[in-house]
């Protein structure tokens, strides 16, 4: 699956400053909407991107209003500082915009081994939350983050709790059960 838009984690106007050219060129670092794929783009001259920045970066040109191409996939280690730090933001405002996609998450997730469960992946989430989640979604599937909140209660800020997975699942490549990020192939 390709990515068709992602988010800006930095924009740097006058190239990265690493690179060893004479004249070098905008770049910027962004995460893809769907799969969490790490991108370095090039933007189209004389554009100027935002962090937090939704671009399109798929198969059709004439949609690509910000990027002129796609200059290669990168690891997380190969961000920059900035990229890094605004990672959890933007991760967290995806997980947010794909909200129902991650709430079904908490209702479908099954155990993975026979003495570990999915939802115990997820940071910060033991046994007993798990148990209760488990219960509540017996009862009737989640349809909110605030409502799996409510239902839940020792269960605070799901939203939050997924992202950092997703951070998990990028920053380390030796992460042994992934949940939301394919492993990296290049």
């Known amino acids: ?32 909407e769907q799969e969490f794929k790490l991108f370095e783009l090039i933007p189209k001259p004389g554009v100027n991107l935002m962090i937090g920045d939704r671009v399109y970066l798929g198969k059709d ?61 997820l940071s910060g989430l033991g046994k007993k939350i798990m148990q209760a989640i488990i219960a509540e979604r017996e009862k009737k599937p989640f349809e909110s983050f605030e409502e799996l909140e409510e239902r839940v209660p020792s269960l605070h800020h799901p939203e939050k709790l997924i992202a950092s997975r997703i951070i998990e699942e990028l920053s380390n490549p030796n992460t042994k059960y992934r949940l939301f990020v394919r492993e990296r192939h290049i």
């Open 61 to 121: 040109m004439e949609k690509r209003e910000h990027i002129l191409h796609v200059k290669r996939r990168i690891k997380y280690d190969e961000l920059t500082s900035t990229a890094q730090s605004e990672l959890p933001y933007v991760v967290e405002d995806i997980v947010k915009a794909r909200e129902k996609e991650f709430v079904e998450f908490f209702n479908t997730a099954q155990a993975i081994t026979s003495r570990y469960h999915a939802l115990e992946i």
């Open 1 to 32: 699956m390709m990515e068709d838009y992602a988010y800006i984690l930095d924009f740097l106007a006058r190239g990265h400053p690493d690179d060893r050219k004479f004249k070098k060129e905008p770049v910027a670092y962004a995460v893809g």
